[in-house]
């Protein structure tokens, strides 16, 4: 009995961390030209960082639901 009720706790704390987190995901371009910037670090308003890829996208696995801001340096 005890591990049914450890069980369904756990899953209820799973189901309730996934709905307050999601991914985001983006492309950097030069405003100028369009094209995309490779190498590009962003940072979220979160204290998370990625850099962007050969084609300038980028993405992060879980991100809190709610404003973000995000920081671009190339």
């Known amino acids: 009995m005890k ?4 069980f369904a706790g756990a899953a209820v704390l799973l189901a309730a961390s996934t709905a307050t987190a999601e991914p985001l995901a983006g492309r950097v371009l030069d405003s100028n030209t369009l094209q995309p910037i ?3 670090e962003v940072r979220t308003s979160t204290g ?4 962007t890829n050969a ?3 980028f993405q992060f ?3 809190p639901m709610g404003r973000v801001t995000l920081r671009v340096r190339a």
């Open 3 to 6: 591990l049914r009720k450890l």
């Open 38 to 40: 490779p190498g590009a």
């Open 48 to 51: 998370k960082k990625t850099k």
């Open 55 to 57: 084609e300038g996208y």
């Open 61 to 63: 696995g879980d991100v």
